[in-house]
């Protein structure tokens, strides 16, 4: 306190013998100040007991420090790892995260509402938006980035991994391994990933003269992939050869169903594969066959793009594909 009242970044420049703008450059992340000044500036905001304050601060710079993360189905183990390391990045840049979870995606609607009143400088989201919402963001001025989800009809920038290439190595892997009956766990409808991880496996086993494939299941759960896997037996028949699930999740529950309800042993009996490649896939127990989406590379593509796209507004939007990454386990007998 300085006479009764908040010290300011004005006291702090007046007692250190700097512009008040070089103090402002002191408390902005990667912001261009020399080691001598971020030193002498430091040492007399500890001496005066200065904080900045980020409202004060977005009154002047008109920009909130916030960036909104949407997220859909937070129970897949895959998206706890993506919010980490999207916070990570987004904190080293100065901007805080607002979490917004959806449990279906057909909510949006409802949690955009959510969001706007923040004022957000940009939103990143792994839920999948429809045009109109687009166009809102448009109208809004607010700067948007599709993770793992994407819009054909209109022009948004979006991080994907490629999923159909993924599906295709994992099926391919199992067809060179003598594998011809399959069956299909899949996720939940409304989920665009889910419904592109199915598509791709129908269209690849056709590809390969295989069709009347069974197709189960309507979510990312444990449960999913263990009452599907009952379901399947109960329908007669034998079991497959080989299962594809939406993802690791569902695939851990079906290898416990398949051992415990029916005394089926991965790779002897039955071969499961996943997506993903979230940490349980390498449990010793599971040790999946999976497609292991890039996190790393992928937020970072998305904070990048986001944080180009406040400070450029008019910047042209761009996707960008990558491809997954082959983990080859137990859990399945499999060619490369």
Same mark, same amino acid.
């Given at each position: 306190?300085?006479?009764?009242?908040?010290?300011?970044?004005? #006291?702090?420049?007046?007692h250190?013998?700097?512009?008040?703008s070089?103090?402002s450059?002191?408390f902005k992340?990667?912001?261009? !100040?020399?080691?001598?000044m971020?030193?002498?500036v @430091?040492a007399?905001?500890?001496? &005066?007991?200065?904080?900045p304050?980020?409202i004060?601060?977005?009154?002047?710079?008109?920009?909130?420090?916030?960036?909104?993360?949407?997220?859909?189905?937070?129970?897949? +183990?895959?998206y706890p790892e993506?919010?980490?390391?999207?916070t990570?990045?987004?904190?080293?840049?100065?901007?805080?995260v $607002?979490l917004?979870?959806?449990?279906?995606?057909?909510?949006? #609607?409802?949690? &955009?509402?959510q969001?706007?009143?923040y004022?957000?400088?940009g939103?990143?989201?792994?839920?999948?938006?429809?045009?109109?919402?687009?166009?809102?963001?448009? %109208?809004?001025?607010v700067?948007?980035v599709?993770?793992?989800?994407?819009?054909?009809s209109?022009?948004?920038?979006?991080?994907?991994?490629?999923?159909?290439?993924?599906?295709?190595? +994992?099926?391919d892997? +199992?067809?060179k391994?003598?594998?011809? %009956? =399959?069956?299909?766990?899949?996720?939940?409808?409304?989920s665009?990933? *889910?419904?592109?991880? %199915?598509?791709?496996? $129908?269209?690849? $086993?056709?590809?390969?003269g295989l069709?009347?494939?069974?197709?189960?299941g309507?979510? =990312?759960?444990?449960?999913?992939?263990?009452?599907s896997?009952?379901? $399947?037996?109960?329908?007669?028949?034998?079991?497959?050869?080989?299962?594809?699930?939406?993802n690791?999740v569902?695939?851990?529950?079906?290898?416990?169903?398949?051992r415990?309800?029916?005394?089926?042993?991965?790779p002897? #009996?039955i071969?499961?594969?996943?997506?993903?490649?979230? *940490?349980p896939?390498?449990w %010793?127990?599971y040790?999946?066959t999976?497609?292991?989406?890039?996190?790393?590379?992928?937020?970072?593509?998305?904070v990048? @793009? &986001? +944080?180009? @796209?406040i400070?450029?507004?008019?910047?042209?939007r761009?996707k960008?594909?990558?491809?997954?990454i082959?983990?080859?386990?137990?859990?399945?007998?499999? !060619?490369?």
């Amino acid at each position: 306190m300085t006479s009764g009242r908040p010290v300011t970044s004005y #006291d702090v420049a007046r007692h250190a013998g700097v512009s008040q703008s070089a103090v402002s450059r002191c408390f902005k992340p990667g912001a261009s !100040v020399s080691k001598k000044m971020r030193a002498r500036v @430091m040492a007399a905001a500890e001496e &005066l007991g200065y904080e900045p304050n980020a409202i004060a601060r977005s009154l002047i710079t008109r920009r909130s420090n916030l960036i909104a993360v949407l997220i859909s189905n937070l129970t897949n +183990l895959y998206y706890p790892e993506v919010l980490a390391e999207l916070t990570q990045r987004l904190s080293a840049a100065g901007v805080r995260v $607002l979490l917004f979870t959806l449990s279906r995606e057909a909510e949006a #609607d409802e949690v &955009l509402q959510q969001v706007w009143p923040y004022r957000v400088d940009g939103v990143i989201a792994s839920a999948q938006l429809s045009p109109a919402h687009v166009a809102e963001f448009e %109208k809004r001025s607010v700067p948007l980035v599709f993770y793992n989800r994407y819009l054909n009809s209109v022009s948004v920038s979006s991080v994907c991994c490629d999923q159909e290439d993924g599906v295709r190595q +994992l099926i391919d892997g +199992l067809y060179k391994a003598g594998h011809r %009956k =399959y069956a299909i766990i899949a996720g939940p409808p409304d989920s665009v990933v *889910g419904v592109e991880r %199915k598509t791709a496996a $129908l269209e690849r $086993l056709e590809e390969l003269g295989l069709e009347d494939v069974p197709v189960l299941g309507e979510d =990312y759960s444990y449960e999913n992939g263990f009452n599907s896997v009952n379901e $399947l037996m109960a329908a007669g028949g034998g079991p497959p050869h080989a299962v594809i699930c939406a993802n690791d999740v569902v695939a851990i529950g079906a290898l416990d169903s398949f051992r415990v309800n029916h005394g089926l042993v991965a790779p002897r #009996d039955i071969s499961v594969v996943g997506f993903d490649g979230v *940490g349980p896939a390498s449990w %010793k127990s599971y040790d999946l066959t999976t497609i292991r989406q890039p996190v790393r590379r992928m937020t970072e593509a998305a904070v990048s @793009m &986001l +944080l180009s @796209m406040i400070e450029e507004p008019e910047m042209p939007r761009e996707k960008r594909v990558f491809s997954g990454i082959l983990r080859t386990g137990s859990s399945a007998k499999f !060619v490369e």
